[in-house]
């Protein structure tokens, strides 16, 4: 089970994602809102580690936590229907 640190941790990688090609539209921020709320974070939550500026990315150790991590940055990348190389490369 993870940290609730662990799972802000998660949701941020998300985002770092969806900046990457400079077009973070709505669809993007649903898919990462749904998933946080999956996760125990709440959108107040979301809000505070934005604004604290730590989105910096973390790569969780354990495989599971990483095949969950790819499984949700694989949701986000294609949300709009489109993948951009910047998010590939991320």
């Known amino acids: 089970m993870k940290t609730k640190r662990e799972n802000l941790a998660h949701v941020c990688n998300l985002i770092q994602l969806a900046l990457v090609d400079n077009d973070f539209n709505d669809e993007e921020m649903q898919a990462i809102l749904k998933i946080a709320t999956r996760l125990g974070i709440s959108p107040s939550e979301l809000d505070e580690t934005l604004r604290q500026g730590e989105l910096k990315l973390n790569i969780p150790n354990d495989v599971n936590k990483r ?21 590939l490369k991320y």
Do not use: A, Y
Request: proline share 0%; net charge negative.
């Open 67 to 87: 095949i969950e991590q790819l499984h949700d940055l694989v949701t986000v990348m294609v949300t709009d229907n489109f993948v951009q190389q910047e998010e």
